[in-house]
Nanobody
């Protein structure tokens, strides 16, 4: 089994930058793709982005609009979400996800492992 633990969520102001982290533990040798989804209040789950094990391939959803950057450090079993120039609509619970294979999928059911989420609130 694999456990994912997110951190870094907090209250920020419009235009700020913020970095979320997600540390994997357990059978991390099986992991391939890692990424992020988010759920804003009253809205559907939304794909943020995913990165391959090598870090050379990505897939981003519309939510990033070029402001979000995903990276990973395999030595630390950690994936990051750099959020720049945040907007009020970025307010959401951000979930870290991981899969045992390569797909770069935007679909939630492609990811076997999910974290509990970390809250990001953007105040105007």
């Amino acid at each position: 089994q694999v456990q994912l633990e997110e951190s870094g969520g907090r209250l920020v102001q419009v235009g700020d930058s913020l970095r979320l982290s997600c540390a994997a533990s357990g059978r991390t040798s099986s992991l391939h793709d890692m990424g992020w989804f988010r759920r804003a209040p009253g809205k559907e789950l939304e794909f943020v982005g995913v990165i391959s094990y090598s870090g050379s391939n990505w897939n981003y959803g519309f939510s990033g609009e070029g402001r979000f950057i995903i990276s990973r450090d395999n030595a630390k079993n950690t994936v990051y979400l750099q959020m720049n120039t945040v907007k009020p609509e970025d307010t959401a619970l951000y979930y870290c996800v991981a899969a045992d294979y390569y797909s770069l999928s935007s679909q939630p059911n492609a990811y076997r492992y999910w974290g509990q989420g970390t809250q990001v609130t953007v105040s105007s």
